[in-house]
């Protein structure tokens, strides 16, 4: 842990909605991890590099928010793919909808004395 | 391991793998093969020998601290099982509670990510039935020494017993004694210090 991160508001939020920020890239479909952790990390701000989206994927995969399934790939050796499981869409949808209110929440107090 | 470029996946993975210090092995397996897989996949679109492009790759993918710090951090939302705690108890001395309980602990101990392998074979292996076997063991010399000690009637009879005691060389049996009662013990506090560290 580095210290004095853990007081970084933006350090906490961002470790906060990585989670669902992945679920939802898996909403559409499945994916293999090479490539979210490459649009997670070139999406900028969410996460520290592509490498930290792999413990990620590991927690949601213990939480069985996700799973995985091996394929073949027509290059190289093949590919662990991640999608959704059931439990994992419908804490998405849970958190979608949260967000949104949160976010209505302190927008309007950020901006509330303008 | 030839390629310098080899040579610069494998230190990363070495660094990372030293960072994730007390993640339990099958977690810290599959992070290290997707980081490895990942990489594998990245220099695809690259010369083997190309440097530059290996170390973008590395830089991509973050410090193996940061990395670490992920997945560290998260262990506690692993939850270990609450049965944890009781696990060195039980194969310390579950022996006592009907026979069984060592037996629980171990199966306990087996299915919890909190422990590595070799501290599973360890606590298997040393020493079965935890302190049961020298309590069995005391009771069975205790027995032979007092055989001696109504054989030999008036005031010698202390000296008689602790020399018949045990038929093979004491010393022998008093290391086998102190092993079987130790093992456990220092077993089932390395168990707890894992369990406290997780």
Redesign the interface.
């Known amino acids: 842990m580095v210290a004095g991160e853990d007081r970084d508001p933006v350090a906490q939020l961002r470790r906060g909605v990585a989670e669902p920020c992945v679920l939802a890239l898996l909403r559409a479909g499945e994916r293999y991890g090479f490539d979210l952790a490459r649009e997670l990390a070139g999406v900028g701000g969410l996460v520290a590099g592509e490498g930290t989206v792999y413990p990620l994927l590991a927690r949601l995969r213990r939480r069985q928010l996700v799973e995985t399934t091996w394929k073949e790939s027509a290059q190289g050796p093949p590919r662990r793919y991640y999608r959704l499981t059931a439990k994992g869409k419908a804490e998405l949808d849970a958190f979608v909808e949260q967000w949104r209110q949160f976010r209505f929440t302190v927008d309007a107090v950020l901006e509330g004395d303008r | 391991m030839s390629t310098r470029t080899d040579r610069g996946v494998a230190d990363y993975l070495e660094r990372l793998d030293d960072c994730l210090g007390t993640l339990p092995g099958a977690?810290r397996r599959?992070?290290l093969e997707?980081?490895a897989?990942?990489i594998?996949?990245?220099r695809?679109a690259l010369d083997p020998e190309d440097e530059v492009g290996l170390l973008a790759i590395l830089d991509?993918?973050?410090?193996?601290e940061?990395?670490a710090?992920?997945?560290l951090?998260?262990a506690p939302?692993?939850a270990a099982p609450r049965s944890d705690v009781v696990v060195p108890w039980l194969v310390l001395l579950g022996g006592f509670v009907f026979g069984v309980g060592w037996l629980v602990g171990i199966i306990l101990l087996w299915s919890s990510a909190t422990w590595r392998l070799r501290d599973k074979l360890l606590a298997t292996l040393v020493v079965p039935g935890g302190l049961l076997l020298p309590v069995l063991l005391l009771g069975m010399g205790g027995a032979a020494s007092a055989c001696t000690g109504s054989g030999g009637p008036g005031l010698p009879t202390v000296t008689h017993c602790s020399t018949h005691g045990f038929v093979l060389p004491l010393p022998l049996g008093i290391a086998a004694l102190l092993v079987t009662v130790l093992g456990p013990i220092l077993v089932a506090v390395h168990l707890d210090r894992v369990r406290r560290r997780a």
């Open positions: 977690t599959q992070l997707e980081i897989e990942h594998v996949e990245a695809q991509a993918l973050g410090d193996p940061a990395i710090e992920e997945a951090g998260a939302i692993t």
